[in-house]
């Protein structure tokens, strides 16, 4: 029985590790049920942002430039290095019909004016495919794979437009996880994809913090914003061999007592 326990507690650690369900230190939070989303974030481009019943609004212009809001307080905070975002999004149709697409920017060293241009990564999905890029030019709308190779669609997603769904990313020192799940809050599906980031060359090992995007002429809603810290795998540890330790010593009482 002891060795059970022990397995099971063990297992626990190894789930929290992956999936970072752990309650850390907030780093940043809006629901946006204030009405506002400019106390927060700080917009570039697009060409209307807003918060409609307690959801944050991004219109981006057809054929133009992205619209894109970064956490404001944080701005270019390099000290965002292992977290986990949680948020909701509900993709609108581009300008052009049929398609959609939503990103979560990570990582945000700078953001410029146009296309895809800035130097951060992007969790993406269009639709039916999800993927990881890095951003990496100020000049053009360069999407250099992450590990210097090519980079785009890892997992399939199958979204719809005009549907709400909760995204997580969980960024690591040496992995990145996406998943995309129901609003039901209950579960998230399968990571869409983990990537091995020990290839980065510190060149491009950025750090800072998330923002939000909309492109396309489409607007996207987002949600719930959160985004907590990852306790150290030490801190993790210790409190699961407590954990452990009490199960072990719930079941030598059992024990005695039997
Ligand atoms: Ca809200």
Known sequence: MHVNRWIIALAVVVLV????????????????????????????NGSSFGVEDGVFALESGFGTDDAR?????????????????????????????????????????????????????????WLDAVGLHRMESLACSSTT?????????????????????HGRLVVLRDSITGYVGHLDGTHLDA???????????????????IALKAIGGATNRYDNVHVTVIPEPSALIMWSLFGALCISAGCWRRRRAA
Do not use: C
């Open 17 to 44: 590790l992956r999936v970072g369900r752990v309650e850390g230190t907030i780093l940043f939070e809006d629901d946006f049920n204030d009405g506002t989303y400019a106390d927060m974030w700080l917009t570039y």
């Open 69 to 125: 809001a970064v956490v404001k307080s944080h701005l270019w905070n390099t000290d965002w290095k292992e977290y986990v975002v949680d948020f909701d999004f509900k993709i609108g149709e581009y300008a052009s019909g049929g398609k959609g697409h939503f990103a979560l920017l990570f990582n945000v060293q700078a953001i410029n004016d146009g296309y895809n241009r800035g130097q951060y990564y992007q969790f993406y999905s």
């Open 145 to 165: 794979g992450l590990a210097g190779a090519s980079y785009s669609a890892v997992g399939r997603s199958n979204l719809s437009l005009d549907t709400w769904y």
């Open 191 to 209: 990571p869409l994809f983990t990537f091995d980031t020990s290839g980065i060359s510190a060149e491009y090992a950025y750090n800072g913090p």
